[in-house]
């Protein structure tokens, strides 16, 4: 499998980032490079081995249910561009 | 053409832990804006999510209580979307491997034409746990959108159904069956005013007979049963109308207003979000072990579809008094607590789901915070059984134990509400009657049964109403043969 420069650039504008067709280009040829790396990794039999969904053979470690935060929205919202009665100001979006 | 209506749904239950999924972050619902998100919540670089043992609990319960597989190996997933809301870019959910699997839930539609309610077994897909995002407000803002974060990271448990409903009162009694069930077991406040139980309902419609699926379209974001009725019936409306005028019904999102009763499109297929998920570096698999698993399932209480069954045999109740009675853990109780102190299962949900659940509706009151207990219930409706009271007096009693005037025998003493035993003081107040209604006699005599009927209003009225009325029947058919 390889990309055509229009999945990059529909890849990009998920990700959201603004590329130009140079770019575009250039990022083509990189994806395509490690998509040969996947497929030679296809390559291999793997019948009979069960999917791992971590690269270690270890488990999630869990945390008792107990509040342990305190309020810190005041040192967050020092460094935020925009704030008013305590919310998060954004450019308006609405889906 | 006779259409047939497919109906799935997906609930969003809020788990009832102190925490959040990923941070330590307080749940409590209605503080103020972004006091309760800590640096994970807001997304700041360098953190990572530790999981709350509370929540994969949840998921434990709500899998045990609807016989599903528990996945022991289980994983979380990034969905990626962006919303400012979202602060992340994605949100921690579980695609190829969720917690729970399969399962089924029984529900109990009632039926309007023949008033018998139909059972059914409504079979899960699947549930998986994922974190919520926070709140977009737009109001004036400067023409800008303010975020609260406080809901960013509450733990949710994704329901999802199979498309098995084949009507919005299927679909309501299944959403009101999880409803019960996940506040039974105490994985969920149930509160829908606060978005603590969101429906979202795929529908679509085929020809009765076609084995394919038509096109559905997700309403989305319910919060009330009585909407999730409307919005499914106006959906299924505007689908039909829009086959049978030659249109085809494209793949869509959709929203509900409650105001006009209508859906409307929010997005196309066209526009559907791509989502890329993949499974989430941060976080290894979570493992079950059995010993945790047992333990869970030894500390369930008993589950309403048990309760159901147990009422129905203990206490010769239907499966409809049966389903309404155990509408609450709270309900389930009260009833068990009256028919335990009268014996008498029937009567005691007669009057639970008939006297009782009125005056609480009219109070507005839940059934924990009724007036008269369920002890006082079970002597009054005792005090039926043994022939102290007629229904009539009775109702008077159950008055007087709403205003909280005292014990049950303590107001029927005070009130003179005891029932005439006296067959001589009866006996005489019937003749009475019938001497001074010389018309009613012979309209009977001459076989009107109306005539009779009021004859005994007449002999009810002369003794107050403390004549038994079987009693009355009695001595007045023997007077008039």
Known sequence: MSLSPDDVKRIARLARIETSDAEAQATQAQLNTIFDLIAAMQAVDTRGIAPMAHAQEVFQRLRDDAVTETDRHAAFQAVAPAVENGLYLVPKVIE | ?481
């Open chain 2, 1 to 481: 053409m006779k259409w047939e209506t497919v109906i799935g749904l997906e609930v969003h239950t809020q788990l009832a832990t102190r925490s959040k999924i990923f941070s330590g972050s307080s749940t409590a619902f209605g503080a103020a804006p972004n006091t309760q998100a800590s640096a994970v919540d807001i997304a700041l670089p360098g953190v990572l999510p530790v999981l709350n043992k509370g929540a994969v609990e949840c998921a434990i319960k709500f899998g045990l209580a609807i016989g599903a597989t528990l996945n022991r190996v289980n994983v979380f997933d990034r969905k990626n979307y962006f919303y400012p809301d979202l602060p992340k870019g994605y949100q921690i959910s579980q695609l190829a491997k969720p917690i729970v699997e399969g399962g089924a839930l029984k529900i109990v539609v009632p039926s309007t034409d023949s008033g018998q309610s139909e059972d059914k077994v409504v079979h899960l897909t699947r549930a998986h746990l994922e974190e919520d995002a926070g709140k977009s407000l737009h109001e004036d803002f400067h023409g800008m959108t303010g975020i609260d974060l406080n809901r960013a990271g509450t733990p949710l448990l994704e329901i999802v159904s199979e498309p098995e409903m084949r009507s919005s009162a299927e679909a309501v009694a299944y959403a009101r069956a999880l409803h019960t069930l996940v506040t039974w077991i105490g994985i969920c406040d149930g509160n829908m005013q606060e978005g603590s139980f969101r429906v979202d309902a795929n529908v679509s419609v085929r020809p009765v007979g076609q084995a394919e699926f038509g096109t559905r379209r997700e309403i989305k974001n319910l919060n009330s049963f009585k909407f999730l009725q409307q919005a499914i019936d106006y959906e299924v409306h505007w689908q039909i109308e829009t086959l049978e005028d030659g249109g085809r019904i494209e793949q869509a999102t959709v929203l509900f207003d409650p105001d006009t009763g209508e859906t409307r499109m929010m997005r196309s297929k066209e526009d559907a979000h791509d989502y890329r998920y993949f499974p989430d570096p941060d976080l290894l698999p979570v493992k079950l072990d059995e010993p945790w698993i047992e333990a869970v399932r030894a500390a369930l209480p008993e589950l309403p579809a048990a309760m159901q069954a147990r009422f129905q045999n203990d206490y010769g109740v239907s499966v409809y008094d049966a389903t309404v009675l155990t509408g609450s853990r709270a309900l389930a109780d009260y009833f068990e607590g009256v028919a335990r102190a009268c014996g008498q299962g029937k009567l005691a949900a007669n009057w639970v789901m008939g006297e009782l659940s009125a005056a609480l509706n009219k109070a507005e009151l839940d059934i924990a915070q009724s007036p008269v207990s369920a002890t006082q219930l079970g002597t009054l409706i005792a005090r039926i059984q043994d022939g102290t009271l007629s229904g009539k007096l009775a109702k008077q009693v159950f008055e007087g134990l709403w205003e909280g005037a005292g014990e049950v025998d303590a107001i029927i003493e005070a009130r003179g509400l005891k029932q005439m035993s006296d067959t001589g003081e009866l006996e005489k107040i019937v003749d009475e009657v019938l001497a001074a209604n010389p018309k009613s006699v012979e309209e009977f005599r001459a076989g009107k049964e109306k005539a009779f009927n009021a004859l005994v209003g007449q002999v009810m009225k002369a003794s107050r109403g403390k004549a038994n009325p079987a009693q009355v029947n009695e001595l007045l058919k023997a007077r008039l043969q």
